[in-house]
């Protein structure tokens, strides 16, 4: 509950820099990780399995937003304009969007979760998943989504004009910092 409230209070600053290079996808990003965040305090919360694998479902609204979303801030900001000229930026979306439809149909085909159960977790019960191959499928595509605009951020920090470099070393420090 504290990471959602920190990131929807974040949103209140980024939403009054919308005209800032990768504010959009940076306000986007706040919120969806809000909203990933409350969605897991509610799975944590509940006390039964249905309820558990419905506030998961509901965290993948946030989960697939995150890794898009970081990867279109760090080229915004590192303005990378022609890729979205190109509209190259859209499929960045579809395995996100395909990842968020099994998740919603698991029930049929079991390829983001398997074994689906609960396991004590010391006065409460918490959600015991076995993942499937599109589990890791989504994994693998938020990794190399995220490690590219880490990368694009770096490189941007490294070619920053003198008066950006500052700031650029404080993202790359805090996209560090999140890695570790």
């Known amino acids: ?5 920190i990131s929807l209070l974040n949103t209140l600053v980024v939403a ?17 990780l809000s909203g990933w965040s409350f969605g897991y305090a509610f799975e944590l919360a509940s006390g039964s399995l249905a309820w558990q694998i419905f506030w998961g479902k509901m965290e993948y609204v946030g989960i697939i937003c995150v890794p ?3 990867l279109m801030f760090a080229l915004q900001y590192a303005q990378y304009r022609q890729l979205f000229k190109r509209r190259i930026i859209y499929w960045v979306w579809l395995i996100p969007v395909i990842t968020l439809v099994l998740v919603w149909t698991n029930e049929f085909h079991d390829l983001i979760w398997r074994n689906i159960g609960q396991k004590d977790g010391g006065g409460f019960y918490l959600l015991s998943l076995d993942h499937g191959i599109a589990f890791w499928v989504w994994t693998a595509y938020s990794y ?5 605009g880490s990368i694009v951020l770096i490189r941007r920090a ?10 650029s070393y404080i993202l790359v ?8």
């Open 173 to 180: 420090f805090g996209v560090g910092v999140t890695w570790i």
């Open 1 to 5: 509950i504290i990471a959602g409230l």
């Open 68 to 70: 898009p979303l970081f």
């Open 144 to 148: 190399i989504c995220l490690i590219s």
């Open 16 to 32: 009054q820099r919308r005209g800032v290079a990768g504010s959009l996808p940076l306000l986007g990003m706040l919120i969806a």
């Open 158 to 167: 490294i070619s920053s004009p003198p008066e950006l470099k500052p700031q």
